[in-house]
Nanobody, 127 residues
């Protein structure tokens, strides 16, 4: 059982930057991968980025490549999503995700790989 809490969402203008954080609490497991998804009304939850426990293996969704950067804190219970060059199409509720099992090199790449979700944080990007 792990609880994930996102923070850092807000309202910005196109081209601005924003940094999201996700902190894991409660029971934490070694080697669990974490990542970010986002969702807008009427759409499927979209993959944004994932990072392995080691921090060495990273994967991004095509729509955010080159603009977003995922990283893991030194304590391993926190991940970040640095979002640059934000676009109105980035507007969504962003969810932190974690998988309970996996090697230290495994990266979440789909909803099917997720065991735990945060409640989400809203990012709104105006034109």
């Amino acid at each position: 059982q792990v609880q994930l809490v996102e923070s850092g969402g807000g309202s910005v203008q196109a081209g601005d930057s924003l940094r999201l954080s996700c902190e894991a609490s409660g029971r934490t497991l070694s080697n669990y991968p974490m990542g970010w998804f986002r969702q807008t009304p009427g759409k499927e939850r979209e993959y944004v980025a994932g990072i392995s426990w080691s921090g060495d293996n990273i994967y991004y969704g095509d729509s955010v490549k080159g603009r977003f950067t995922i990283s893991r804190g030194g304590a391993k219970n926190t991940i970040y999503l640095q979002m640059n060059k934000l676009r109105p199409t980035d507007t969504a509720v962003y969810y932190c995700a974690a998988r309970n099992t996996g090697s230290r090199y495994f990266v979440i790449r789909s909803v099917d790989s997720v065991d735990s979700w945060g409640e989400g944080t809203l990012v709104t990007v105006s034109p």
